[in-house]
C-alpha cells in the first residue's frame, strides 16, 4: 500500500511541529542568528540570577525549535524512505546541532568558574532558578574530567566528527553490502539486503532462515575488513576522549557520567553468568517448539510459537490496549486516549515507510508512536510496548524542565518491557486462540532472553573488543570475530550451533551513545519484570510510586530512582524475581503447547 492511500486517521497529525517544508525552511534560516545571539551572555552568566535565569530562558527558547526542526525531519524520514526534503533536510538540522554545540562549548567552564556554592546564593535570590539547581551543581560532581572552554569545544568538534563512524557503519551495511538471492518454498528467487533479511530471518520456514543467514554470512565477511577497521577506529575515538579527560576507561567514563556505580554492573554480569543453565531450558524449548534435534543460530529468529492466523482490526486493538492496562488506573487511560485521539501514533504499513515500531519524543513536544500493525496479536504487544514508552515520556516533559525531561538508558526502557510483561500475562485471561496466547508468551520470553542473555553476550563483547584497542594490543577483522565467538562460546557453550564469527558487525548498538550502551537493556529487562511482578500482584501502594518513577526524567540518579519502586540492582534480589517470572513463563508456555496434544 501506498502512503497517500492510507487514511489520515491512522497517521500522525505533526502540525503542531511544522505544517510544511516551507515553514521549517523558513524556521531553519533563523537559527544561526539565534544560536549567535545567545553569544551575548558568555563571559556574564554569573553576573546575577537574574541574567542566568533569562540566559536558560533565552536558550531554551533555541533548543525547541532546533529540537522540533529534528523532531520534523526524523519523523518525515520513518514515514517515507523516498522523501527527498526529509533527507536534505535533517543533514542540515545535524549541521545546526553541531555548530549548536560548539559554540555553547563556553557554558560548563563557564557556571564552574566561581565555585558551587554561588548556586545556593544565586537560588535564594530568585527561586525560580530552583528547579535549575540539579543541574547547575552536575557538573561539578564530574569536575575532574573536565576541561576548559577550549577544550570542551574542541571534544565538542570531535564528538560531531565521530559520529562519522556511525554513519559509515550505517551505510555499509545499507548501500554496500551485496547479498546472494534466496529461494523460497513456492520457487521465487527474491533479492535481500541488510534491512528485508530481517523478514527472512524471521521466516516460520527453516530452510529460508538458513539461506538467509548464508547469505548474510558471505556479505558480511567480503566487506569485515572495511566494518572491522570503522568500529576499531569508533571504540579508538572514544577511549582517547575517556582517557584525556581523565579516566581508566571509556566504561569507566560512561557509569561515572550516568550515575551506575561499578558494583550494579559486575552484579549484572555476574548474575549473567550465574543464570546460564535457565538459558539451556529456554533453547530446550525451541527444540521442542520447533520440533528441531539441535538449533541453529539461525532459528533463534524464528517465532517461538505456533502459527496464529487470528487477526484484529486497529480499533479492536486500541480497546484491548485501554481494557489491559486501565488495572494501572485513570491516570494511565487518560493518557493513552490522548494518544489515540490526538493522533500521536502512525500505525499502519506503507511500501516507503521503514520497519519496526518505536517512539521518539523531544523536552517539548508530545512524543510520537511509529509502527506496523499487521493486525496481529504481537502487533498489539508491540503498541503497547511503545505506549509504555509515551505515557513515560509524557509524563517526563509534563514534569519537569527540559534538561531534565532526557532519561538514562540504564531506566528508559523499564516503563515500556513492563507493559509487554504486563500484557502477556493479563492476555492469557482473556483471550482463547491457543496459538494467540503461544505467541504473546513466547515473545516474552523471546524479548527476555534476547535483552537479558543475548544484550549480555554482546556487552561481554564490547568490553573485550574496547579492552584490546584501549591497550594498545593487536585488532582487526579476524581479531574481533575470535572475540565475538568467544563471547558466544562463554554465554551458551555448545547449546546453539554455527554461530556467524562476524554477527558483531550487524550490530548497530555498539554505536549508540558513544558505545557501551547494550548492558543497559540486560539492566531494563530485570527491573520490568520486578515492575511487573508488583503490578500483577497488585502490591498495596505501588501504582502511586510507579506514576512518580515516570514522573522523574534524569531528575535524580538512576538508580536511586529505581530503589523508589523498591529495586536495588547491587543485590541479587532483582535477578531472582525475574528469572522466577522467566522460568514460570516457561512452564506455561510448555502447559499450553502440550493441551490437546
Not at 557453550?493 to 540486560?522: E, L, Q
Not at 508488583?534 to 530503589?563: Q, W
Amino acid at each position: 500500500m501506498k502512503r497517500c492511500d492510507i487514511k489520515e486517521e491512522y497517521k500522525w497529525d505533526n502540525s503542531d511541529l511544522c505544517t510544511s517544508w516551507d515553514e521549517w525552511v523558513k524556521l531553519y534560516e533563523e537559527l544561526p542568528g539565534l544560536i549567535d545571539g545567545l553569544q551575548k551572555y558568555k563571559g556574564h552568566l554569573l553576573d546575577s540570577p537574574t541574567t542566568l535565569l533569562e540566559y536558560f530562558k533565552e536558550s531554551e527558547k533555541v533548543e525547541r525549535k532546533i529540537e522540533r526542526l529534528e523532531f520534523f525531519t526524523f519523523l518525515a524520514c520513518d514515514v517515507d524512505i523516498n522523501d527527498s526534503d526529509a533527507q536534505k533536510n535533517d543533514s542540515a538540522i545535524n549541521t545546526i546541532i553541531a555548530d549548536y554545540n560548539s559554540k555553547m562549548a563556553f557554558v560548563i567552564p563557564e557556571l564552574m568558574s566561581k565555585g558551587v556554592e554561588i548556586f545556593d546564593k544565586f537560588c535564594d535570590e530568585e527561586p525560580k532558578l530552583k528547579p535549575y539547581e540539579r543541574v547547575l551543581k552536575e557538573p561539578f560532581r564530574l569536575k575532574e574530567h573536565l576541561l576548559d572552554e577550549k577544550g570542551e569545544a574542541i571534544f565538542a568538534d570531535y564528538d560531531a566528527a565521530s559520529q562519522n563512524y556511525t554513519k559509515s557503519s550505517q551505510f555499509i551495511r545499507s548501500k554496500e553490502l551485496m547479498f546472494e538471492p534466496i529461494t523460497l518454498p513456492d520457487g521465487e528467487v527474491v533479492e535481500i539486503n541488510d534491512s528485508s533479511a530481517d523478514k527472512y530471518l524471521r521466516s516460520e520456514n527453516r530452510d529460508v532462515r538458513r539461506q538467509t543467514e548464508v547469505a548474510m554470512d558471505k556479505a558480511y565477511s567480503r566487506n569485515i575488513s572495511s566494518l572491522a577497521s570503522n568500529y576499531i577506529g569508533f571504540v579508538r575515538s572514544h577511549e582517547i576522549e575517556a582517557k584525556y579527560r581523565g579516566y581508566e576507561s571509556l566504561l569507566d567514563k560512561v557509569l561515572q557520567e550516568r550515575q551506575i556505580p561499578r558494583k550494579v554492573y559486575d552484579k549484572l554480569m555476574e548474575s549473567l553468568r550465574k543464570y546460564n543453565y535457565v538459558y539451556d531450558d529456554y533453547i530446550k524449548l525451541y527444540k521442542d517448539t520447533l520440533e528441531i534435534d539441535e538449533v541453529h543460530a539461525y532459528d533463534l529468529y524464528a517465532p517461538l510459537s505456533k502459527k496464529s492466523t487470528k487477526e484484529y482490526t486497529f480499533e479492536e486493538a486500541k480497546d484491548i490496549i485501554l481494557d489491559t492496562f486501565s488495572l494501572y488506573g485513570d491516570w494511565y487511560t487518560e493518557i493513552l486516549e490522548m494518544a489515540f485521539d490526538k493522533r500521536l501514533i502512525d500505525v499502519m504499513p506503507s511500501e516507503e515507510k521503514v520497519s519496526g515500531w518505536s517512539c521518539a519524543y523531544t523536552p517539548f513536544d508530545n512524543p510520537r508512536v511509529f509502527g506496523n500493525f499487521y493486525n496481529k496479536i504481537m502487533d498489539i504487544s508491540s503498541m503497547s510496548h511503545e505506549l509504555g514508552h509515551f505515557v513515560n515520556q509524557y509524563l517526563t516533559i509534563k514534569n519537569q524542565i527540559p534538561l531534565e525531561v532526557y532519561q538514562d538508558t540504564s531506566t528508559a526502557e523499564v516503563a515500556s518491557l513492563t507493559n509487554e510483561i504486563v500484557f502477556s500475562n493479563l492476555i492469557m485471561n482473556k483471550e482463547t486462540d491457543k496459538n494467540a496466547l503461544l505467541c504473546v508468551i513466547g515473545n516474552f520470553l523471546k524479548i527476555f532472553a534476547s535483552n537479558f542473555f543475548g544484550a549480555g553476550r554482546e556487552a561481554i563483547f564490547e568490553e573485550r573488543a574496547h579492552e584490546l584497542v584501549r591497550l594498545g594490543r593487536p585488532a582487526d577483522a579476524e581479531i574481533l570475530n575470535q572475540v565475538w565467538l568467544e563471547s558466544v562460546r562463554e554465554m551458551y557453550g555448545d547449546t546453539i550451533k554455527d554461530f556467524r564469527s562476524n554477527t558483531w558487525a550487524c550490530i548497530p548498538h555498539f554505536y549508540m551513545t558513544n558505545g557501551y550502551y547494550v548492558y543497559n537493556y540486560a539492566i531494563a529487562i530485570i527491573c520490568a519484570c520486578n515492575v511487573a511482578s508488583k503490578i500483577l500482584n497488585k502490591e498495596e501502594g505501588f501504582m502511586d510510586k510507579y506514576h512518580e518513577f515516570l514522573k522523574i526524567g534524569s531528575n535524580i540518579a538512576p538508580m536511586e530512582t529505581l530503589k523508589m519502586i523498591g529495586i536495588d540492582l547491587s543485590t541479587d534480589e532483582p535477578y531472582v524475581v525475574a528469572i522466577e517470572m522467566f522460568e514460570k513463563a516457561m512452564e506455561e508456555y510448555k502447559k499450553i503447547m502440550n493441551e490437546g496434544a
